[in-house]
């Protein structure tokens, strides 16, 4: 079942800035991922937020993680052409990779 | 690249028919799972493989079913295939259970 809900759910910016999405979701997690997704294809995994942790950092990519309201932020900071692509949260009740994805962010960056 | 390889890339058959989708992880990748994604739609899950036994299933039919194999390949087969069944079929694995999952590109299945 879709669990994870993003928004907004398109999102278009310039180059260089920042994009945020939220993604809310209704079950206790062992951990939260982001994916992100170009053309309809693979998935690639992002980061990986555990229900302990409430905020991590991979390179340009911020997540934050409140458990207490059920909600997850991903911030891309100095957006490049590059990052266009759908973007996925998926909730992971109990730690073994059955995930659930919500519907998805599509980002666009324009140059 | 993620190491993971589905065959084919595309596959078009007709409701009613029977087809097999083919997913090949990384060597000690013991957990596979299968993900379908619809049009538009975030990916969900329809079954995990751990150690060659199914592991979890999510809400999908038994007409839906998988084998994982010995050398880290798995399949899905999905027999009476319906139109709905059209959508983009995912496999995903990973070292250990919980482990980060890396995904194949994905096989595309339409059914007329």
């Known amino acids: 079942s879709q669990q994870g809900e993003e928004d907004p759910q398109a999102l278009s910016i310039q180059e260089g800035e920042n994009a945020t999405m939220n993604c809310s979701y209704k079950t206790s997690i062992n951990n939260l991922q982001w994916y992100r997704q170009n053309s309809g294809r693979g998935l690639v995994h992002l980061i990986l937020i555990r229900s302990n942790e409430r905020e991590k950092h991979s390179g340009r990519l911020r997540v934050t993680l409140d458990t207490s309201k059920k909600s997850s932020s991903l911030l891309i900071t100095a957006s490049r052409a590059a990052d266009t692509a759908s973007y996925f949260c998926a909730t992971d009740a109990g730690g073994n990779n059955r995930l659930a994805f919500g519907k998805g962010n599509q980002v666009v960056v324009i140059p | 690249e993620t190491g993971v390889t589905q065959s084919p890339t595309h596959l078009i058959k007709t409701r009613g028919q029977q087809v097999t989708l083919r997913c090949s992880s990384q060597?000690?990748?013991?957990?596979v799972s299968w993900y379908q994604q619809a049009l538009g739609q975030g990916p969900q899950f329809i079954f995990q493989y751990y150690r060659e036994e199914e592991n979890g299933r999510g809400n999908f039919p038994p007409r839906f079913s998988g084998l994982q194999f010995p050398n880290y390949s798995s399949e899905l087969n999905v027999n009476a295939l319906e139109l709905d069944d059209s959508a983009l079929y995912l496999c995903?694995?990973?070292?250990?259970?919980?482990?980060?999952?890396?995904f194949g590109p994905g096989t595309r299945l339409t059914v007329t």
């Open positions: 060597s000690g990748h013991n957990t």
């Open positions: 995903a694995s990973s070292f250990v259970l919980g482990g980060e999952q890396y």
